[in-house]
């Protein structure tokens, strides 16, 4: 791999240790990284590049060259050049400003400090110095700062804890482990010094979860996975220090293979411009070529009389020759309607559109002080045209913090909060919680209302003891005491944590643990268990149990699992109250709880003897091992006896419900896509309401092969479309008007609500070409679409599929690395800058700190920025076909000889100075209807979605407008001063009196018009539109002044005219008559409009205005509450073998402290609990749910 081109096609990766010579050969990637689009000398050439890209930029040079050629330029160069500088220095300047905070952000993490081993002692590198093979030092709480081959720790057997909230938006904390060679190591900097292993493993990718290599040293191999590597993102907690040999750094490294590559977003009416500008180009042409026409038979008919007097020679000028000119004259001329300064506009109304999102104190999260931020000023009016939201769970619409919130014991509820007449009443702040202060060691945030469970804790009910004793003791939670003394719980899921927690409220408090004991806390009175055996969780179990002997010397079962599963294992005896647990169960459920089914069961001495000898003999055997454990844990959790049901609360990000249900009446449809399992992301879905019991189906798509996905995806079809599925042939439309339409007929075909729910290893096969559109088609019409399992990369691909396909405006949001490549591939990326890190905020086009906050980010700040973003166009395009066009009419006056009507300062200020703040302010600050309103009337988002507002339709009636305008602005003046004498009985039909009458009316005309059209007003509305109409007037003036014309003669010819044109009354008579001529048709039939065919706005709009006048109370939406008796199937999130890991003793601390001189020296044979926690780790395909979804 000499060069780069080897590189880019890496097959495999060879690193030896501690050999920088020998890694450089390879010339691998080094540890900096590179988030930034320019550098100083690429920025000019391709930040230009880009810019002329935009066809109005490449027009507008195009003119510039023209307008250099004197014998066709009627105006001078200035008018064009000065404002495309402009325009191109205002889009680099931003353009810089942005890569200049993201060349900050690159150096600050670039100059991070990391200990490296270098020449046999350890030394402070920055990370931008690490190279591929370096050996370096990590210690508690620090970031890793590459992908490292984990050496040794700390910790017993080279274990060490880190978090990848960072790449995957979990908190939950990870375990890995060293290999046992290298577990020796320890801390002895000679040693690993000398350490020249060489590890062959995959090229750099972004599978997260996977990395196959092998690691050759003292002439054996090792093979490697991915619980042997910490990924550079990752947290080291709860471990001293570790040592770690680098794989792969920088851009190599999985963090940033799974960025992907900053693409270049443009907005649909970005696109829609380039469109118009071509057609308004061919329009130009047209133009120009009947000008020109008309020019060569003028020349040739009447021009010849004038030779005589101009002195021409015969054939010195032929009528053809000077029609092409007047062609290009004319095009110079006519450019106007499509002015640089539009861009200029667009680019000023859409930076003060981000400041108002910045701005936006309804979007501050005072908790964390974290401000609402536009990262990027050229997409907010794509905010108000969503379609699709692709949203990530974990983090994202969940905090990832479990809380216990109920519990049903011996078939009596206890959390719930009653009246003093016994009525259930919801619990509020005001409400005064259980005062646990009494009791040591409690944690003070956990909160619970209830007080009847303490009451009966304290009179000794003994199945409320036996329930709370079984979540102290049925766990894999660890232990550990802080410097101040406080007990810690290292938890691998929070779901258990959240029991553990409260049971240790309550009183039963779990203490510590060894390989073969539990120690608790009894009401103030510590209890020693023997743990004889946990029998541990998978996805297909959906429960765990443990086997304890209590200092009496009975022998319990204790196990919690899915009701589903667990009620099966139940004694007959249990009928009644299984009965009645049940319907607390449905109960908790429809709150959108999390439940857990709990019981126990007392074993005999004897029988458990018989029963470890089976299991100790299943463990050792070479066939069929996991299939005779699994029967042994069947044979012994059963005839167990109900004890009752817990209820946690997977919390929700403040104000999820309201914000899906909102989105979902504005017509946006939300699919989910995460990482984690299935029943975990239904039961998310349920919690938000984007699952419900009134649901027709719930299709669940668990395909192993794209023969069983196809075919799933037919039956699925079929039920939604009934028997004539023939109706849609899966092949989608690319023409998104056919497509709509096809859209539309389909939908009404289909009559209730139904929802998707796939796997990730069935959605590889469902994108595959000849099913991906089966998938669509099925998907969109579908209420809500869940995908669990899904990779990374699987995110992106099913937005590129929507994106691609159904033409739709798409917006990913998300919190973690694992979402990065759906950010960057959506239209609109939507980063949560929350507890998981900053590589989506980083990534994305918009960030903020809670999901709610979408709500506002659409349905306000989108909603207005498209809104005043279309206004604004079709005012632009009128006022300048009527300001342009006006010379194609003066053309058939003057000979067609490309002559101006008005004279070349009005034409350069027009829309530089005269007409431009008032369409700003509109721009800027117009609304139709409040941003309360915004948000409790969702269905006003809709014209975004159709892209009604602004569209090739629109912009046609917008040009009729502007010609009609032109036609009238022209031609009332021309009629009116036809043989006219003024007041004083001289001429008014004057050339520069035309001019200043048709200029004056232009002025008055587009601010009455702009005035029209405000929906709006502000102080800075009125300043701007009538201050305006002052400037014209005091620059006309001022123009027309002899003191201007003493000092430039030849720029100035107009001496005296305003004055003289604008002191006759016939004249103002005129501009009068113009004025309402153009005005009132526009008023009438709006005026009509409103009145029998009102749109949702206009209707708000009146509505508004009544409220204004009444002023009565605002009256707020009530909260919505999720109503669902759906149950809750089994969703812990930890992994399967932490069971043995625990019986193992593999990640227990050792009671005496260890040698100064690093680790313990004792070497531990067994690894078989750590390879089976690896194979197992992988298994992570759910069960297909048994809960009231469809079995496919």
């Known amino acids: 791999m000499a060069d780069m081109g080897i590189i880019c096609t890496e097959v495999e990766r060879r690193v030896k240790a501690n050999d920088r010579e020998y890694n450089e050969k390879f010339q691998y990637a080094d540890n900096r990284i590179h988030t930034s689009k320019y550098s100083i000398l690429t920025f000019l050439p391709i930040n230009l590049f880009e810019q002329f890209q935009r066809v109005a930029n490449a027009y507008f040079l195009c003119l510039l060259i023209l307008q250099l050629i004197p014998e066709i330029s009627s105006l001078t160069w200035f008018t064009t050049i000065v404002p495309l500088v402009l325009v191109i220095t205002m889009t680099a ?34 990370w931008m110095n690490v190279k591929v093979g370096d050996i370096i030092k990590l210690e508690n709480n620090q970031f890793v700062a590459a992908d490292l081959l984990l050496l040794s720790s700390s910790e017993p057997h080279g274990l060490c804890y880190v978090e990848t909230a960072e790449l995957d938006g979990e908190t939950n904390l990870k375990v890995r482990q060293a290999l046992s060679v290298t577990s020796e190591l320890g801390a002895d900097i000679s040693r690993l010094a000398r350490f020249d292993g060489i590890v062959v493993c995959e090229a750099p990718n972004n599978k997260l979860d996977k990395f196959m290599g092998i690691l050759s040293w003292k002439d054996s191999k090792h093979p490697l996975n991915n619980e042997k590597i910490i990924l550079r993102g990752c947290i080291l907690r709860n471990t001293s220090w570790c040592f770690g040999m680098v794989i792969f750094a920088g851009p190599d490294t999985k963090l940033m293979q799974n960025s992907g590559k900053t693409k270049f977003k443009r907005t649909s009416i970005d696109r829609l411009m380039n469109t118009l500008v071509l057609w308004i180009f061919g329009f130009l042409i047209c133009l120009g070529i009947i000008l020109a026409i008309g020019n060569s038979i003028w020349e040739s008919q009447i021009g010849d009389q004038f030779r005589t007097f101009l002195f021409w020679n015969e054939g010195e000028k032929s009528s053809v020759f000077s029609g092409f000119l007047t062609f290009w004259s004319y095009i110079i001329i006519l450019n106007t309607v499509v002015p640089i300064s539009l861009y200029v506009s667009v680019e000023v109304i859409r930076l003060g559109h981000s400041y108002f999102i910045n701005w936006d104190r309804k979007m501050y999260y005072s908790r964390k002080a974290t401000p609402a931020e536009a990262r990027t000023t050229t997409l907010n009016e794509e905010l108000g045209q969503i379609e699709y939201i692709f949203s990530d769970k974990t983090g994202t619409l969940t905090q990832n913090i479990m809380t216990f919130k109920r519990c049903s014991i011996n078939g009596k509820i206890y959390g719930e909060v009653h009246d003093d007449l016994g009525q259930k009443m919801e619990v509020t702040q005001e409400k005064e919680p259980v005062n646990f202060s009494v009791k040591s060691q409690v944690v003070r945030e956990f909160q619970f209302f209830d007080h009847s469970l303490l009451e009966s804790i304290e009179l000794g009910d003994p199945k409320v003891h036996e329930f709370l004793r079984l979540l102290t003791l049925c766990h894999t939670v660890m232990s550990e005491e802080n410097s101040a003394g406080e007990l810690i719980y290292q938890v691998q899921s929070p779901d258990e944590g959240a029991l553990v927690t409260a049971a240790r409220n309550f009183g039963f408090i779990f203490k510590s643990r060894t390989p073969e004991t539990i120690t608790i806390e009894e009401l103030g009175t510590p209890v020693t268990y023997q743990l004889l055996a946990i029998l541990d969780f998978n996805n297909t179990r959906k429960r765990m149990s443990v086997i304890v002997r209590n200092p009496e010397g009975q022998i319990k079962l204790y196990s919690k699992g899915a009701d589903t599963i667990l009620f099966e294992k139940l004694h007959p005896s249990n009928e009644d109250l299984l009965s009645l647990t049940s319907d607390h169960l449905s109960e908790f459920a429809g709150e959108g709880l999390r439940t857990l089914a709990i019981a126990y069961r007392d074993l005999d001495d004897k029988y458990f003897k018989e029963w470890h000898k089976m299991l100790e003999d299943a463990n050792v055997a070479t066939e069929e091992r996991d299939k005779r454990i699994d029967g042994l844990y069947e044979e012994i959790e059963r005839d167990l006896m109900l004890l009752g049901a817990t209820a946690v609360e997977d919390k929700l990000q403040e104000g999820v419900i309201e914000t899906v249900t909102s989105l979902s009446l504005a017509n946006i449809k939300i699919w989910v896509l995460t990482g984690d399992k299935q029943e975990t992301a239904i039961n998310i879905g349920y919690a938000c309401n984007m699952l419900t019991d009134d649901m027709n189906d719930v299709f669940v798509i668990a395909g192993n092969t794209a023969i069983e996905v196809r075919e799933e995806l037919r039956k699925a079809k079929e039920n939604l479309f009934g028997q004539n599925s023939n109706f849609s042939n899966g092949h989608v439309v690319g023409e998104k008007k056919q497509q709509l339409e096809l859209d539309s007929v389909v939908e009404e075909t289909i009559t209730g609500d139904y929802a998707l729910i796939i796997n990730g290893h069935s959605l590889a096969h469902a994108l595959e070409s000849d099913v991906k559109n089966d998938l669509l088609e099925l998907a969109c019409m579908c209420k809500t679409v869940v995908c669990c399992r899904v990779t990374p990369l699987q995110k992106a691909q099913v937005v590129e599929l929507v994106k691609k396909y159904r033409n739709a405006v798409t917006l990913a949001i998300g919190d973690g690395a694992n979402d990065v490549s759906m950010i960057k591939s959506a239209h609109i990326g939507v980063g949560i800058s929350g507890q998981e890190g900053l590589q989506a905020v980083l990534a994305s086009d918009y960030s903020f700190a809670q999901f709610r906050y979408l709500q506002r980010l659409l349905l306000v700040h989108g909603r207005w920025s498209y809104f005043r973003m279309c206004k604004f166009l079709c005012y632009f395009f009128y006022k300048n076909f009527a300001f342009t066009l006006v010379h194609f009419w003066f053309g058939f006056f003057c000979g067609f000889s490309a002559q101006t009507v008005y004279d070349q300062w009005f034409i350069t200020l027009f829309n530089i100075v005269y007409t431009s703040l008032p369409v700003l302010a509109m721009g800027i600050f117009d609304q139709d209807v409040s941003d309360q309103n915004s948000m409790d009337c969702p269905q006003l988002y809709r014209p975004g979605q159709l892209n009604l507002l602004f569209n090739k339709r629109r912009f046609f009636i917008c040009v009729l407008h502007g010609i009609y305008t032109s036609f009238v602005l022209f031609f009332i003046p021309y009629g009116a001063f036809y043989n006219v004498a003024g007041e004083d009985g001289q001429h008014i039909s004057d050339y520069q009196s035309f001019a200043v009458t048709m200029a004056t009316s232009l002025v008055i005309v587009v601010s009455v018009q702009i005035a029209l059209d405000t929906s709006y007003w502000t102080f800075i509305n009125h300043v701007f539109i009538w201050g305006s109409i002052a400037i014209y007037f005091s620059i006309l003036f001022a123009m027309h002044s002899n003191g201007i014309f003493g000092i430039f003669p030849n720029q100035f010819p107009f001496v005296g005219n305003a004055r003289h044109s604008l002191t006759q009354k016939c004249i103002w008579l005129v501009i009068l008559l113009t004025t309402v001529a153009s005005v009132m048709p526009v008023v009438a039939f709006r005026f009509l409009k ?36 759906r149950r809750s199937g089994y969703a812990f999130a930890h992994q399967e073998g932490y069971g ?4 193992s003793g593999k990640n227990m601390r050792a009671k005496i402290p260890p040698p100064t001189s690093g680790l313990e020296k004792t070497h531990y044979n067994s690894t078989s609990w750590i390879e089976n926690l690896c194979k197992k780790t992988t298994d992570t395909v759910s069960s297909i749910s048994q809960d009231k979804t469809v079995k496919l």
């Open 1090 to 1125: 409103v009145d029998l065919y009102p749109t949702l706005s206009d209707q708000i709009r009146q509505w508004q205005k009544a409220q204004k006048k009444a002023k009565p109370l605002r009256s707020r939406r009530t909260r919505t509450r999720r109503s669902s008796s």
């Open 1140 to 1143: 043995e890991l625990i019986t």
């Open 93 to 126: 300047v931003k353009d810089a400003t942005d890569d200049f905070f993201r060349h900050k952000s690159d150096n600050q993490v670039n100059n991070r400090q990391s200990e490296v081993l270098i020449d046999s002692k350890l030394q402070n590198e920055k």
